[in-house]
T-cell receptor, first 111, second 111 residues
Framework: DQQVKQNSPSLSVQEGRISILNCDYTNSMFDYFLWYKKYPAEGPTFLISISSIKDKNEDGRFTVFLNKSAKHLSLHIVPSQPGDSAVYFC??????????FGKGTTLSVSS | NAGVTQTPKFQVLKTGQSMTLQCAQDMNHNSMYWYRQDPGMGLRLIYYSASEGTTDKGEVPNGYNVSRLNKREFSLRLESAAPSQTSVYFCASNLGGYEQYFGPGTRLTVT
């Protein structure tokens, strides 16, 4: 059974608009969440993370929101740029153990 | 710093052949990981090594073996390759916390 779910396989957004990528999880023991970005033929690169003791973390154009009661997190990208087009993976960890990844969402930003 | 390096980048095997995927990191990280990525499946953990001298199974270990040769190097061996092992393999490392750093991947095809 999937513990980390990204239910939208793809998302298309216009340049300058907001991109919202969603992630749901089932294990209430997860205490840390991460977003990774992956371009074709490259390895995933770390984007932003959030601890379960927080509900928001910002880094430039990227903001991650965590709703623990709903077991839901989202990544907001504002404004979206064509270079943001990539696959985005949500990942979760419990007490520093191995990361559990979602299946990914392909973001396409058109100019 | 090269970060995490993987060799080879591409490999084609016939069913039943064996091979070893190599991974090295120059960041003095304690923990190293092997993942596979299949279309629509996200990244799934095969094996990991929390520290030099230790290895543990992940979600999908069957058909694989690993060796933590030293602190820098972590290899993945396929003893008898099967078509189901056609995938992209990623090695990652970290200091033992949450954020992992990934290599560029090895694209393996088993015919």
């Amino acid at each position: 059974d999937q513990q980390v779910k990204q239910n939208s396989p793809s998302l298309s957004v216009q340049e300058g608009r907001i991109s919202i990528l969603n992630c749901d999880y089932t294990n209430s023991m997860f205490d840390y969440f991460l977003w990774y970005k992956k371009y074709p033929a490259e390895g995933p690169t770390f984007l932003i993370s959030i601890s379960s003791i927080k509900d928001k973390n910002e880094d430039g154009r990227f903001t991650v929101f965590l709703n623990k009661s709903a077991k839901h997190l989202s990544l907001h990208i504002v404004p979206s740029q064509p270079g943001d087009s990539a696959v985005y993976f949500c990942a979760a960890s419990q007490a520093g153990t191995a990361l559990i990844f979602g299946k990914g969402t392909t973001l396409s930003v058109s100019s | 710093n090269a970060g995490v390096t993987q060799t080879p980048k591409f490999q084609v095997l016939k069913t039943g052949q064996s091979m070893t995927l190599q991974c090295a990191q120059d960041m003095n990280h304690n923990s190293m990981y092997w993942y596979r990525q299949d279309p629509g499946m996200g990244l799934r953990l095969i094996y990991y090594s929390a520290s030099e001298g230790t290895t543990d199974k992940g979600e999908v270990p069957n058909g694989y073996n690993v060796s933590r040769l030293n602190k820098r190097e972590f290899s993945l061996r396929l003893e008898s390759a099967a078509p189901s092992q056609t995938s992209v393999y990623f090695c990652a490392s970290n200091l033992g916390g949450y954020e992992q750093y990934f290599g560029p991947g090895t694209r393996l095809t088993v015919t």
